[in-house]
């Protein structure tokens, strides 16, 4: 399954068998920075989730909605220029057979800045 955000946004470099933990490749060059922002480029909070979302996609091999976010955090502002590579984390914290209940994060590859975090309920589909 290939990343839908954008037209690759991002490219997935590796990841655990489980899809619970990705190296991603951000596309510094990519035509959503001409607008945010020119000059400093910022990956929006929105494709963050979006990340999330398809990682997790990718991860079951079947398509979820957001259902709800309890607790979303940008921690570091995320700039594809100076962090092209970042590691993703997936943690399932409950499920039901509607239902995930997910823990997810973005962060720098050795874990030292945490871009982005999300704890959510994903309907399954």
Same mark, same amino acid.
């Given at each position: 399954?290939?990343?839908?955000?954008?037209?690759?946004?991002?490219?997935?470099?590796?990841?655990?068998?489980?899809?619970?933990?990705?190296?991603?490749?951000?596309?510094?060059?990519?035509?959503?920075?001409?607008?945010?922002?020119?000059?400093?480029?910022?990956?929006?909070?929105?494709?963050?989730?979006?990340?999330?979302?398809?990682?997790? @996609?990718?991860? %079951?091999?079947? !398509?979820?909605?957001?259902?709800?976010?309890?607790? =979303? *955090?940008?921690?570091?502002? $995320?700039?594809?220029?100076?962090?092209?590579?970042?590691?993703?984390?997936?943690?399932?914290?409950?499920?039901?057979?509607?239902?995930?209940?997910? @823990?997810?994060? %973005?962060?720098? !590859?050795?874990?030292?800045?945490?871009?982005?975090? =999300? *704890?959510?309920?994903?309907? $399954?589909?």
């Amino acid at each position: 399954m290939n990343p839908l955000l954008l037209h690759h946004f991002y490219d997935i470099l590796d990841s655990a068998p489980d899809g619970a933990e990705a190296t991603l490749s951000l596309r510094p060059e990519h035509p959503i920075f001409e607008g945010h922002f020119p000059g400093l480029p910022v990956v929006p909070g929105v494709c963050m989730v979006q990340m999330t979302k398809e990682l997790l @996609e990718r991860s %079951l091999g079947r !398509p979820t909605q957001l259902a709800t976010a309890r607790n =979303i *955090k940008f921690l570091s502002v $995320l700039n594809p220029e100076e962090n092209k590579t970042v590691r993703f984390g997936l943690r399932v914290l409950s499920e039901t057979p509607e239902q995930l209940g997910v @823990e997810a994060k %973005l962060s720098s !590859p050795d874990g030292s800045v945490v871009f982005f975090k =999300i *704890k959510a309920h994903f309907n $399954l589909r």
